[in-house]
């Protein structure tokens, strides 16, 4: 009969060395796993919010924009004299027949009336004719010299209509000249539009 | 003989020991799977986090979409640029008609302009008419008055003559005067 030698466990020995090697697996297991689980779940969380607040804004533009476009419908008489102050077209003549009138309603002749010319089209552009509001716009002055005779009543009373009329013009420059029975004056003048 | 167990305390103990660190391998066992479980927890809800924020993106792509590409929106962004502007074009606008009387004001009632000119910077140049010298100097002493030079100021005579008109003679001069230009550019009142 051989002896074999029986190999006897010490249970207490094993016991602290399963113990060690579990607080061994929390501590991996919580530095690895949970971690970055939860730093990616708080970037995640952080970037919802963000992405709701953008929605909240994106729903909030919509909405306004929606008033918005109400009220432009509503305010079609105001429109008129924003149009008529700053036109959507820059056709020189506008400005010609405006100061034209206003000459003539002052009592004055006009001597001279001249603008500067343009770069950019006045009329006719197709793309601007087929959508109004697609592109975008810049004011655009136009650069009008106006000779007029007559008294200096007459001047004060044309430039107030020039100040007050529903088109928005600047007198720059104002030149006068007299040889003792006709005075001249001369006026440098600018009109604005809104155009693309 | 009696039987004496000579190793009784130290079996106590030992079996004291090792029940003590089978209990704490329990329960380190079951903090693991409450970590484990946690962190699938975890994952889950990153995976929900994550549909939640495709699904915002999404919505929020299609508000911005449909915004952009409104029928009136162009009307509304040319309106609000034309009305913009034109605020800022009366905050610069000019006013002269007040400018003539208060010139009108302090000029001597013998004497008439025959060359004006003003920009908007508050520089202007005249060439004013009188009877005589006197007149001349009369004019230009009206400009120290503290009544009278509140909009006019640093006349500058830049030249003075006399000049046949028909049968009389008169003085002349050429002036270059600073006026305020806050002045044209206030309202009308």
Known sequence: ?196 | MADINLLGNTNKGFSFARNGASMAAKILATVLVLVLLYFVFLRLQISQTTRAVNDAQAKTSEVESETLAGKDRGEVVTRQGQVQNLNNLLKSHVYWSGLLPELARVTLKSASYVGFTADTFGVMSVDVIVPTYADADKYLQVFDLPQFNQQFSDVKVLSISKIQSGSTVQTEMKLQLKFNPAFIHKTLQ
């Open chain 1, 1 to 196: 009969m051989e002896y074999e030698p029986t190999t006897i466990r010490n249970p207490g020995r094993t016991s602290v060395v399963e113990t060690g090697s579990l607080v061994v697996a929390i501590i991996l297991v919580l530095l690895f796993l949970v971690r970055p689980a939860m730093s990616s779940l708080g970037q995640k969380k952080s970037q919802l919010q963000q992405i709701q607040a953008t929605y909240q804004n994106a729903q909030k533009d919509k909405e306004q924009l929606s008033q918005l476009v109400q009220k432009v419908h509503d305010s079609k008489a105001d429109l008129t004299l924003v149009d008529e102050a700053l036109p959507l077209t820059d056709r020189p003549t506008q400005v010609e027949v405006l100061l034209d009138s206003l000459v003539t309603a002052s009592g004055m002749k006009t001597v001279e009336l001249n603008f500067q010319p343009q770069d950019n089209t006045s009329v006719g552009d197709p793309q601007l004719v087929a959508n109004p509001y697609g592109s975008d716009r810049k004011v655009v002055p136009t650069a009008v010299d106006l000779s007029v005779t007559g008294t200096m009543d007459q001047l004060k009373f044309l430039l107030q209509q020039i100040e007050t009329n529903g088109r928005v013009l600047d007198v720059s420059n104002i030149e006068m000249t007299s040889d003792g029975k006709n005075t001249l004056f001369k006026l440098k003048l600018k009109a604005y539009s809104y155009v693309p």
